[in-house]
């Protein structure tokens, strides 16, 4: 059974820091792309940034590039999101999802991001 558990999300100050965590099983994890995607109240899923299955190369939606950072470690099977200079803008769940960012798939219970203005 594929789980993604995510973590680290909490409410932060408009400029703050945050870093998002997730811990995947139930799939060869090394193999996959993978991304983070949020959605905020009201909205629709938006893709927010992804990283190739070997951690060579990632990509980052417009609104977040020079301010979010993604990796991942395959030995762990864990993937990282770390969100720099956050906006009120920003606040959403955030989920782990399998895939880049027009074939992104699965995703679990989420974390929670509030950031205040």
């Known amino acids: 059974e594929v789980q993604l558990v995510e973590s680290g999300g909490g409410l932060v100050q408009a400029g703050g820091s945050l870093r998002l965590s997730c811990v995947a099983s139930g799939f060869p994890f090394e193999v996959y792309d993978m991304s983070w995607v949020r959605q905020a109240p009201g909205k629709e899923p938006e893709w927010v940034s992804g990283i190739t299955a070997d951690g060579g190369t990632y990509f980052h939606a417009e609104a977040v590039k020079d301010r979010f950072n993604i990796s991942r470690n395959n030995a762990k099977k864990m993937l990282f999101l770390e969100m720099n200079n956050l906006q009120p803008e920003d606040t959403a769940v955030y989920y782990c999802?399998?895939?880049?960012?027009?074939?992104?798939?699965?995703r679990g219970q989420g974390t929670h991001v509030t950031v205040s203005s």
């Open positions: 999802t399998i895939g880049g960012s027009s074939t992104w798939t699965g």
